[in-house]
């Protein structure tokens, strides 16, 4: 198994790519131990000291770090990838608990914006989420509110120093010419 890797725009962040599947369905965002209950492949990322994070996408797996050097935690990162791959252990256990994506189902607005927010939904899957999930990371719509959105980073882009640009210059741009009625895009 060969194990590609890919830096990002966030310098504690690394994108590593198995070059297969890594999870069907939404991507999940680990940010602790304790909120990784459902994957054994996060799970084994946190034992790796100086493992902040651990984020899931589709084909990818971001992996956040603190303070230290890549160089010293990248061989272990990538022998608990291919080990993990190599048992046939799933990604996520069903049924596991899963606290990382408990607030993701608290979404906000008002009913009369439910056409506006439907709107703002599909322009985030169709042309923001493929493009951040390319720097390994995801977008997530949390809330609309007099003319403002609010979205949630997650994976690379939590904590990435361009992030504040990507969502000023590119997405709030995005949706002000798509979105009679978006002013702003804040970050949550």
């Known amino acids: 198994m060969f194990i590609q890797t890919e830096a990002t725009p966030n310098p504690a962040t690394l994108k590593f790519l198995p070059g297969r599947d890594v999870l069907v369905g939404e991507p999940r965002d680990f940010r602790s131990v304790e909120a990784s ?12 000291s100086g493992v902040t994070g651990v984020f899931l996408g589709s084909d990818f797996i971001s992996v956040t770090k603190d303070d230290t050097n890549w160089a010293h935690i990248k061989p272990a990162i990538l022998g608990v990838i291919m080990d993990h791959f190599l048992s046939g252990k799933p990604v996520i256990v069903e049924g596991g608990v899963d606290v990382a994506n408990f607030d993701e189902v608290d979404e906000f607005f008002e009913e009369e914006d439910s056409e506006t927010v439907e709107v703002i939904k599909e322009l985030l899957a169709t042309r923001v989420r493929p493009a951040v999930a390319m720097d390994g990371g995801d977008i997530t719509f949390k809330g609309f509110k007099e003319g403002t959105v609010f979205l949630h980073m997650q994976g690379a882009c939590s904590g990435c120093p361009s992030s504040t640009a990507t969502l000023k210059s590119g997405i709030e741009n995005l949706l002000r010419h ?7 895009v804040q970050q949550v």
């Open 37 to 48: 209950g459902s994957s054994p492949l996060a799970q084994g990322l946190f034992g790796i």
């Open 178 to 184: 798509f979105v009679p009625g978006v002013e702003a």
